[in-house]
T-cell receptor, first 109, second 117 residues
Framework: RKEVEQDPGPFNVPEGATVAFNCTYS??????FFWYRQDCRKEPKLLMS???SGNEDGRFTAQLNRASQYISLLIRDSKLSDSATYLC??????????FGTGTKLQVIP | GAVVSQHPSRVICKSGTSVKIECRSL??????MFWYRQFPKQSLMLMAT?????????EQGVEKDKFLINHASLTLSTLTVTSAHPEDSSFYIC?????????????FGPGTRLTVL
């Protein structure tokens, strides 16, 4: 089983829709969690950290479920500019982070 | 945010040659730099972690004699792919972290696309 697993998609959604991605992790000792965004052929950029109590940043909401070992990202009112690949990232040990393969989102006009 | 640059952004070379990729932190001192590799439609895979002034720590399965990493200064790390072969063709990305930063703070370079013919 992979350390971090994501549905590769693509998720094709119309503008204004709400879309959610999940990411599961296998190591129960995982300490911290993040969502990154990666545009085609570009470097990943931190979108948001994921806190145990859940956190929101504008249209983006991240949640953590330690019991079931998954994190989620919810995007409301999707914009064309949200089209990208969203990477789930898990910090398992000191300094080391593990990336999921990413979920591709395509927002359609 | 902090800025990390990589050079070159794209390189095409013949099989058997060596290629050097530079990663620079432009506005902060990078005590730790990470090198990742990303094959098409796959996740970023950590290759090695380097701390300034010490030897790099390689991940399991990464040949340290093939992928030479030097982190000689607080603003520069280099990755040299020695005797490159077509299977080494990939997107190589570095990231950097400054002193005292938490582990989730790292900034990525724009990446180097290596094509070995």
């Amino acid at each position: 089983r992979k350390e971090v697993e994501q549905d590769p998609g693509p998720f094709n959604v119309p503008e204004g829709a709400t879309v959610a991605f999940n990411c599961t992790y296998s190591n129960s000792a995982s300490q911290s969690f993040f969502w990154y965004r990666q545009d085609c052929r570009k470097e990943p950029k931190l979108l948001m950290s994921v806190y145990s109590s859940g956190n929101e940043d504008g249209r983006f909401t991240a949640q953590l479920n330690r019991a079931s070992q998954y994190i989620s990202l919810l995007i409301r009112d999707s914009k064309l500019s949200d089209s990208a690949t969203y990477l789930c990232v898990v910090n398992i040990g000191y300094q080391k982070v593990t990336f999921g393969t990413g979920t591709k989102l395509q927002v359609i006009p | 945010g902090a800025v990390v640059s990589q050079h070159p952004s794209r390189v095409i070379c013949k099989s058997g040659t060596s290629v050097k990729i530079e990663c620079r932190s432009l506005d902060f001192q990078a005590t730790t730099m990470f090198w990742y590799r990303q094959f098409p439609k796959q996740s970023l895979m950590l290759m090695a972690t380097s701390n300034e002034g010490s030897k790099a720590t390689y991940e399991q399965g990464v040949e340290k004699d093939k992928f030479l990493i030097n982190h000689a200064s607080l603003t520069l790390s280099t990755l040299t792919v020695t005797s490159a072969h077509p299977e080494d063709s990939s997107f190589y990305i570095c990231s950097a972290r400054g002193p005292g930063w938490t582990y989730n703070e790292q900034f990525f370079g724009p990446g180097t696309r290596l094509t070995v013919l």
